[in-house]
């Protein structure tokens, strides 16, 4: 059967991506923040999963504000980095694990979560600035990858309790897979960050490492954070943490948090990772 292994958390800042595809890793202001990653970058060539779920926001790159689906599996055979502006981004091509999306779009469907199918989109830095720090530089991304995008960019937001009960419900879809698959379950986004309007800048260090606490010993703490208390603590984009919450929500209990890391700023944000093994 197909079990989860384990998780991974971090923010997806786009200028990391830039930092990353531009060679300045090295680069005083950014080395701190790439060393943060040398754990992750080494226990994943122990644990390289054969499919990730991969659970992001898109930033209107791919998914316009024509159609804003809550939740939104992707169901294509493989999905390019999209041109957010700058062209694509140098990086292999996301490939889909079909088997699985379809079983776990089903399963979910009989959990009663109105999934959105989508057969044609590509991916922006909220999924591929994850997959280059975790894979480093790659001719082709070592596994499989189920891009699930979750919908922060125009309210309503779905609130923390659905959050935490769609990742119970992923967790039990994989369980029920027949083929012997590792899967992680990754979440990306936040952490505290604001990008525009009177408060851009707005971090809030006490509440991200807070919530780092919480989420690696008292997770189901978070998932009564509303949406307005996101707004008002952590900027209008610190929202992007609730993907944090379905993938511990998808790992169960019995999790050993085997790194952690914060640093303040990384462009606009505080960046957070942790990366979280499941224990059976
Ligand atoms: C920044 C962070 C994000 O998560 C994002 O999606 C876009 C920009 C930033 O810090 O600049
Ligand atoms: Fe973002």
């Given at each position: 059967?197909?079990r989860?292994t384990?998780?991974?958390?971090?923010?997806?800042?786009p200028?990391?991506?830039?930092?990353f595809d531009?060679?300045?890793t090295?680069?005083?202001?950014?080395?701190?923040?790439?060393?943060?990653?040398?754990?992750v970058?080494e226990?994943?060539k122990?644990n390289?999963?054969d499919v990730?779920?991969?659970?992001?926001?898109?930033?209107a790159?791919?998914?316009?504000?024509?159609i804003?689906?809550?939740f939104?599996?992707?169901?294509a055979?493989e999905?390019e980095?999209?041109?957010e502006?700058?062209?694509?981004?140098p990086v292999?091509?996301?490939k889909?694990h079909?088997?699985?999306?379809?079983h776990?779009?089903?399963?979910?469907?009989?959990?009663?979560?109105?999934?959105?199918?989508?057969?044609e989109m590509d991916?922006?830095?909220?999924?591929t600035v994850?997959l280059s720090l975790?894979?480093?530089?790659?001719e082709?991304?070592?596994?499989?990858?189920?891009p699930?995008?979750?919908n922060?960019?125009?309210?309503?937001?779905?609130?923390g309790?659905?959050?935490?009960k769609?990742?119970e419900?992923?967790?039990n879809a994989?369980?029920?897979?027949p083929?012997?698959?590792?899967?992680q379950?990754w979440?990306?986004?936040?952490?505290?960050?604001?990008l525009?309007?009177?408060?851009a800048g707005?971090i809030?260090?006490?509440?991200d490492?807070?919530?780092?606490?919480?989420?690696?010993h008292?997770p189901?703490?978070?998932?009564y954070?509303?949406?307005?208390?996101?707004?008002?603590?952590?900027?209008?984009?610190g929202?992007?943490?609730?993907?944090w919450?379905?993938m511990?929500?998808?790992l169960?209990?019995?999790?050993?948090?085997k790194?952690?890391?914060y640093?303040?700023?990384a462009?606009n944000?505080?960046?957070?990772?942790v990366?979280?093994?499941?224990?059976?």
């Open positions: 059967m197909a989860i384990g998780g991974i958390a971090t923010s997806h800042v200028a990391i991506g830039a930092a531009l060679g300045k090295e680069e005083p202001y950014w080395k701190p923040i790439f060393e943060g990653y040398e754990f970058k226990w994943i122990d390289t999963p990730v779920i991969l659970v992001y926001n898109d930033h790159s791919s998914l316009m504000l024509d804003v689906p809550t939104a599996l992707g169901f055979e999905f980095s999209a041109d502006g700058w062209g694509r981004r292999p091509v996301v889909n079909l088997d699985l999306a379809a776990v779009a089903e399963q979910l469907v009989i959990d009663e979560f109105d999934l959105t199918l989508i057969n991916v922006d830095h909220g999924c994850p975790v894979f480093g530089e790659a082709e991304w070592p596994c499989k990858v189920i699930l995008a979750v922060v960019t125009q309210f309503p937001t779905p609130s309790e659905r959050c935490w769609l990742g419900a992923i967790r994989v369980k029920t897979f083929e012997d698959l590792n899967v379950v979440g990306t986004g936040g952490m505290s960050h604001q525009q309007g009177t408060r707005l809030n260090e006490e509440f490492k807070r919530f780092l606490e919480l989420l690696a008292e189901e703490e978070l998932k954070i509303t949406r307005l208390e996101y707004l008002r603590e952590t900027g209008t984009e929202i992007e943490l609730i993907m919450l379905i511990r929500a998808a169960g209990y019995g999790v050993e948090e790194h952690r890391f640093r303040v700023p462009s944000t505080a960046v957070g990772h990366v979280y093994e499941t224990k059976s």
